[in-house]
C-alpha cells in the first residue's frame, strides 16, 4: 500500500523559509515520478515543482529560484526548499507521486502560511 506522509509546514512571516519532506512506503522509489502541488482557499490546485526518476526538475514559474525540488533515495523521500516566502504561497502542500505503469498517489498535505 502506497503511503505519503508529508511534514515541515507552518506558520512564517514573508521573506522566511520552509522545507517539507514527503516521506514514502509502498513504492519502488526509483522508478517513481514525484511532485509537489498546493491549493489555495477558494483556488484550484496547482504543480508547484516535480521531479523525475532521474533528477530533472520543472517548477512553477512563480517559485523558480525560490524554491528547490530534490530527492533522497537513501531515505524515500522528497523534499521542498521554500525561501523568500511569500503570502501568496500560502496554501496546503501536497505530495503527489506516481510510480511507472502504476496509479498516482496524494499525501494528505500540510498547510503552510506566510504572513505579510
Known amino acids: 500500500q502506497v503511503q505519503l506522509v508529508e511534514s515541515g509546514g507552518g506558520f512564517v512571516q514573508a521573506g522566511g523559509s520552509l522545507r517539507l519532506s514527503c516521506a514514502t512506503s509502498?513504492?519502488?522509489?526509483?522508478?517513481?515520478?514525484m511532485a509537489w502541488y498546493r491549493q489555495a482557499p477558494g483556488k484550484q490546485r496547482e504543480l508547484v515543482a516535480q521531479i523525475g526518476n532521474t533528477g530533472t526538475t520543472n517548477y512553477l514559474e512563480s517559485v523558480v529560484g525560490r524554491f528547490t525540488i530534490s530527492r533522497e533515495r537513501a531515505k524515500k523521500t522528497m523534499n521542498l526548499e521554500m525561501n523568500s516566502l511569500k503570502p501568496e504561497d500560502t496554501g496546503i502542500y501536497y505530495c503527489?507521486?506516481?510510480?511507472?505503469?502504476?496509479?498516482?498517489?496524494w499525501g494528505q498535505g500540510t498547510q503552510v502560511t506566510v504572513s505579510s
Open positions: 503527489w507521486a506516481r510510480p511507472w505503469r502504476q496509479p498516482a498517489s
Open positions: 509502498g513504492i519502488d522509489f526509483r522508478i517513481t515520478e
